[in-house]
C-alpha cells in the first residue's frame, strides 16, 4: 500500500516540459531552435545555442551558446565569438529570454517571440 501511495505521489508531482523546437519570432529577435541546438538574431547581434540545451517541466529554459556582437564593419577574421548563457520561460506559444555575456559584462532582451511568428534580423543602426 505504501508503495502505491508513493507511486501516486510521484505521479502528480511529474512534469512534462513543453514541445519548443522550432522557429520563434518578434519585433526584436528571431529564436531557431531544434535538439541538435539553434539560432538566434537579435539587434546589433546574433547567436548560436549548443545542443544539450533544457526546458524544465515548468517552462524555464536554459542553454549555453556563443554571441557574436554585431555593427560596424566586419573584420577580415569575422567577429569573435563570446561565450554566452540563455534563460527564459516558456509560457504556451510566448517565450521570454535574456541573453548573458559575461566576458564583455553585458545582458541582452529580454526579448519576447512567439512560435512560428515572424521575426527580425541582425538589425544594428
Known amino acids: 500500500m505504501a508503495t502505491l501511495a508513493l507511486f501516486a505521489i510521484l505521479a502528480c508531482g511529474d512534469t512534462t516540459a513543453p514541445e519548443v523546437t522550432g522557429t520563434w519570432g518578434g519585433p526584436e529577435a528571431t529564436l531557431v531552435l531544434a535538439a541538435q541546438g539553434g539560432t538566434v538574431e537579435y539587434a546589433c547581434g546574433t547567436g548560436t545555442i549548443d545542443s544539450g ?44 529570454f535574456t541573453v548573458t555575456v559575461p566576458d564583455i559584462e553585458a545582458v541582452l532582451g529580454p526579448y519576447r517571440v512567439r512560435r512560428g511568428a515572424p521575426g527580425a534580423s541582425e538589425i544594428c543602426l
Open 53 to 96: 540545451w533544457h526546458v524544465a517541466g515548468d517552462g524555464r529554459w536554459t542553454a549555453t551558446g556563443q554571441h557574436f556582437s554585431g555593427g560596424g564593419p566586419v573584420p577580415g577574421e569575422g567577429r569573435p565569438p563570446h561565450g554566452a548563457t540563455y534563460t527564459g520561460t516558456f509560457r504556451g506559444d510566448v517565450l521570454t
